[in-house]
């Protein structure tokens, strides 16, 4: 009699909802710049401590992922929306508690419970994709897979738009209303952790484990000793922190673009949505040519269009400007990815390792937008030079995919 094989649907939506949630906060975290500036009365240095804040948490990147190998994935999934959850409602009623003290104290209590979310989204990201690949049949992981990042990408998109609507949504820019919903937030995700808790999942390592014991094994001896010995595995960590400077060097930017002329409509808010919209447009299509082309001159054409994008808007003014930055979105798209995956090359065992070690240049989120900021508060400098240093991270990340890449392999 053949074993009934589980149904896993309704732990698959729920792990899709997770990878709503990762996208959502990310994107709206960056997106807060703008208002926490005219609330919090910050310079535009301070103002990119929401980014420091937030993506300096990924430096707990690799203690998070041996955190994970004692506890388990599903333990790890749980505490990270758990403490995504207290992050929220510690948000909202920390800056409540706060709004008697002087403003800079209660930024500081909104930066500090937004690296607390922060934490529990890097663990989060430890476990989500794996998830997603084993909560169902195997010949559908790949469209899992596609599915749940296009839904992270309907996430990037939707979270500026929330802000601007639900969040701002005509309200005065004061502190008393940096909270906003985050105590519903808080909530909703404390709510799905006690649904997963309740819930049996399947263990995402197990086939790897049958195979181990199978004796389906590396031959070491192709390999070297270290992870660390690899120079591309290196490199590959400085592209990802370089990248995070693209990424979100635009969204980051665009509030002193609008600060330097006060001619434009609207809010740099209101117009995020664009930036993520094409980066999520560009999801979709790159997920359908990515294995129909060559991987280093995809990324070389991008990197090169998302480049000329930027070096458009400096030719342009007023909003024409604006569109040429925002427009650079479809093309930062599909970095990542090719970005992780040049750097993840003829590894076999260390494969994971390097992917902890590479995945640790998000901290490049947390580190170059600042630099920019301090750059835009010099008279001397400004927006134009702070956009300018694009430039160097697109180089870079140009460079690291035509020859960084290639350095210590066996085979190109």
């Known amino acids: 009699m053949s074993q ?13 909802i997770v990878c709503f949630l990762i996208g959502f906060v990310t994107t709206m975290n960056n997106s807060m710049i703008e208002f ?18 937030f993506y300096g948490a990924y430096a707990f990147s690799i203690p998070f992922a041996m955190m994970m190998n004692k506890i388990g994935y ?29 403003t800079s104290t209660i930024y500081i209590v909104f930066l500090c419970c937004m690296s607390l979310v922060a934490l ?8 989500a994709n794996p998830y997603v690949m084993v909560l ?16 992270n990408s ?12 639900v969040i701002i949504a005509g309200k005065p820019k004061l502190p008393e209303n940096v909270p906003g919903p985050f105590l519903m937030l808080g909530i909703f995700t404390l709510v ?7 819930i049996k999942l399947p263990d995402p390592d197990q086939e790897k484990k049958n195979a181990t014991t199978a004796g389906d094994a590396y031959d070491m001896s192709q390999y070297k000793s270290s992870v660390f010995k690899y120079p591309h595995v290196w490199l590959g960590a400085l592209a990802i922190f370089m990248y995070m400077g693209i990424e979100i060097g635009i969204p980051s930017m665009l509030p002193a673009y609008w600060k330097a002329d006060p001619s434009l409509p609207g809010s740099a808010t209101d117009f995020l949505w664009m930036y993520w919209g094409g980066m999520m447009v560009g999801r979709f299509v790159g997920s359908a040519i990515l294995a129909k082309f060559n991987a280093r001159i995809l990324l070389s054409c991008c990197l090169t269009l998302g480049a000329a994008c930027v070096g458009l808007s400096f030719l342009l003014s007023g909003m024409a400007s604006v569109y040429a930055m925002l427009a650079a979105g479809l093309f930062h798209s599909v970095m990542w990815p090719l970005i992780f995956n040049l750097g993840l090359q003829e590894l076999g065992p260390h494969t994971k390792n390097a992917s902890g070690l590479i995945n640790m240049g998000v901290l490049g989120g947390a580190t170059l937008p600042l630099i920019m900021g301090t750059v835009v508060d010099n008279p001397a400098l400004g927006v134009g030079v702070a956009i300018m240093m694009m430039f160097v991270y697109y180089a870079y990340v140009f460079w690291f995919c035509n020859w960084g890449s290639k350095i210590g392999l066996k085979k190109i």
């Open 4 to 16: 009934q094989k589980p149904n896993y649907l309704f732990p698959l939506i729920i792990m899709f």
């Open 192 to 198: 799905i952790a006690a649904i997963l808790f309740f």
């Open 36 to 53: 926490c500036k005219e609330a919090f009365k910050l310079s535009d240095t301070q103002g990119q401590l929401v980014n420091t804040f």
């Open 120 to 127: 529990g989204v890097v663990m989060l990201q430890n476990v």
């Open 74 to 102: 599903k333990s790890t999934l749980v505490l990270g929306l758990a403490v995504v959850g207290f992050g929220f409602i510690a948000n909202n009623l920390g800056v409540t508690a706060a709004l008697t003290k002087e």
């Open 154 to 165: 309907v996430a990037t998109t939707v979270a500026p738009m929330f802000i601007t609507y």
């Open 136 to 151: 169902g049949k195997k010949e559908s992981g790949a469209f899992r897979m596609t599915l749940s990042q296009a839904l």
